[in-house]
């Protein structure tokens, strides 16, 4: 059995927050960065990070060492456009999906859906955390391989209401998906509250 592969999509316009959300300070690295360091410091042996709008912007300011780093040319697309993307370079192992706007991800959380994918592979596994669901997302080989007849405009969120997605339960909240400047003022007062 194929061991999870990480997938951070990266490669959105960013359009409600007005420039590359990926590159706004967070700790002591940007919101993406932060992603990718929590990855990093997860049991992932291997990470895709997809990018398409600022590709250029991101890859000279954030480190990718040890990434594998592959473009959507058509941005626009939306999300899926991107996880297809990711899924070709996956192969026919599961994936761990994160998102690169949500800075705050515990690598413990994403150890957790490894480990529940050794115990028992599931089709799709989603974190459940006190306030609500969200990501990481974890999506067995045979989904990620019919991603492409999926359609509507959050094609991946409708799977999550589906009888066959699981839920992986943990004790923390929801990380902040930082969309706007509001998000992003979020993001960090929850940090600094942490701190």
């Given at each position: 059995m194929?061991?999870?592969v990480g997938v951070?999509?990266a490669?959105?316009?960013?359009?409600r927050?007005?420039?590359?959300?990926?590159?706004?300070?967070?700790r002591?690295?940007?919101?993406l960065g932060?992603?990718?360091?929590?990855?990093r410091?997860?049991?992932?042996?291997?990470v895709?990070l997809?990018l398409g709008a600022?590709r250029d912007?991101?890859?000279?300011?954030?480190?990718?060492?040890g990434?594998a780093v592959v473009?959507?040319?058509?941005?626009?697309r939306?999300?899926?456009?991107?996880?297809?993307?990711?899924g070709a370079e996956?192969?026919?192992a599961?994936i761990?999906l994160l998102?690169g706007?949500?800075?705050g991800i515990?690598?413990?959380?994403?150890?957790a859906?490894?480990?529940?994918?050794d115990?028992?592979?599931a089709?799709m596994r989603?974190?459940?955390?006190?306030?609500?669901?969200?990501?990481?997302?974890?999506?067995?080989?045979d989904?990620v391989?019919?991603?492409s007849e999926?359609?509507?405009p959050?094609?991946?969120w409708?799977?999550?209401?589906?009888?066959?997605a699981e839920s992986?339960v943990?004790?923390?909240?929801?990380?902040?998906d930082?969309d706007?400047?509001?998000?992003?003022?979020?993001?960090?007062a929850r940090?600094?509250?942490d701190?």
């Open positions: 194929s061991h999870p951070i999509l490669a959105g316009l960013a359009t927050m007005g420039r590359p959300k990926q590159l706004l300070p967070y002591d690295t940007t919101v932060s992603v990718i360091a929590a990855a410091a997860s049991r992932l042996e291997r895709i997809v600022y912007e991101v890859e000279a300011a954030v480190d990718t060492v990434v473009h959507n040319p058509e941005p626009e939306g999300n899926l456009s991107s996880l297809l993307i990711a996956a192969g026919d599961p761990v998102m706007d949500m800075p515990a690598p413990a959380v994403i150890d859906h490894i480990a529940a994918w115990e028992s592979p089709w989603v974190t459940e955390y006190h306030d609500g669901r969200g990501h990481p997302f974890l999506l067995a080989p989904l391989a019919g991603l999926l359609e509507g959050k094609p991946l409708a799977l999550t209401q589906m009888p066959a992986l943990v004790d923390e909240p929801m990380p902040v930082v706007t400047p509001e998000d992003y003022g979020e993001a960090l940090d600094a509250a701190s």
